[in-house]
């Protein structure tokens, strides 16, 4: 924030518009990183700084806000540039929300931590795994300007959407069988919910960049929605409790 | 869509953007009560037509990015006029997610039309009237540009996370006593946690809307970060269970 006021070239305050959504989205990866190593080492110091350095990213953001404005401003770009300005500022508010939700997934680290371990952490590590791949595809695509590559990060959501549906169906399972196991399965739950989400907001800079460098909408639907919403899953045994009234499925 | 290609005052087009917004809003804040009402009501149809209605605010969330673009590019505006035109983008943001946000329940509504009811559906009926109230009145604000008024909506989000707070414990409590509740109390979990998510945007938008009046940001940290986090519930009696090797809390 303490950045000089020297005057600058047109073509230097683009490239820094770059530069600082690049350097937005390798440390949203990273917190995304760290936060699931919170959650698998069970290390709340770890989840402390991700909380911490949240900070960080939002400024990044406010960073990235001014210069667009300035640039609105001062340059009034035209055409291609104008384009490339309104991209980079909802590529800043795709990437403050997937370091939202790490800083989320962080807080919930430290519950977590207090509690006895569940198995499905696992789960929630491969899930972030491909999420984590897809954020670094999805910036090198941003930079070279790639749209195949953007629409190849986009498919993979699927494989996301994939995946926290059968992790999602796990917890459940989890928790009919034993009452003890569902705050934390709630967490876990929320986690993987999050890392979901972020799979969501990789989809989405990859549709910005589509429309950046081919001018037009992706021709499809969007891979999202995933289908967890539409889960139904049965304890195995039905415990025989009140309120049966009605007809379960 | 088939908006008719006339020459446009200035002013003009500004207006338009300020009346797209609120239109937007409106049928916001509409997507949001029709889907509690599908879930307090269990009304399938009428979660349906949420789902399909959210197309609508879809095309007009482009259709204000369209109009900006436009404005940013063939009017060049200046100072106040160009945060008018950037606040507009970012608040059509937040309104989006909120009609997302609403889809979702609308999407889960379905599925728990078909299960058994559960009793703290009226816990969530509560939450969502407090938040439709602040898209309600946030939207006022906009208009009036009241800053005042912005930040009385931006305090109330603390009121929807504690109440969001304790409808999560109940939550809990219900999947806890119950196994059979498990599965419609965690659409529920996640039914509560967007209307609480709804809110947040809420507060975005205020923020967003001080920031243009005041030309600054709020002076404090946003009410934001639900506590639910943090949330450990045990159940009464300890299921004896496997996997017990760790202690609890």
């Not at 069988?177 to 919910?193: G, M, Y």
Request: proline share 3%; net charge negative.
């Amino acid at each position: 924030m303490t950045q000089q006021h020297i005057v600058k070239s047109y073509d230097e305050e683009l490239n820094r518009l770059t530069t600082l959504i690049t350097q937005m989205g390798g440390l949203g990866e990273a917190q995304v990183a760290s936060a699931i190593q919170a959650v698998t080492k069970r290390d709340s110091e770890l989840a402390s700084r991700v909380v911490e350095t949240d900070r960080k990213v939002d400024a990044m953001e406010r960073e990235v806000q001014a210069l667009v404005i300035r640039l609105l401003a001062l340059r009034q770009p035209m055409a291609q540039d104008l384009r490339t300005i309104v991209t980079a500022l909802k590529v800043s508010a795709d990437l403050e929300r997937i370091a939202d939700y790490a800083k989320n997934v962080a807080k919930r680290a430290l519950v977590l931590n207090q509690m006895r371990p569940i198995r499905t952490v696992n789960g929630v590590q491969r899930l972030s795994r491909i999420v984590q791949e897809m954020i670094k595809d999805i910036l090198d695509a941003y930079v070279d300007l790639d749209a195949a590559k953007a629409v190849e990060v986009w498919r993979r959501d699927e494989e996301v959407d994939d995946m926290y549906t059968s992790l999602f169906r796990e917890l459940l399972t989890y928790m009919m069988e034993d009452p003890r196991n569902i705050t934390a399965c709630t967490h876990l739950l929320f986690i993987a919910k999050n890392i979901e989400r972020i799979g969501d907001h990789v989809t989405n800079i990859a549709e910005t960049i589509h429309f950046l460098v081919r001018g037009e909408a992706l021709p499809v639907e969007r891979p999202k929605g995933e289908t967890t919403i539409y889960a139904v899953v049965e304890p195995e045994k039905p415990a025989e409790g009140p309120g049966g009234e009605s007809s379960d499925k």
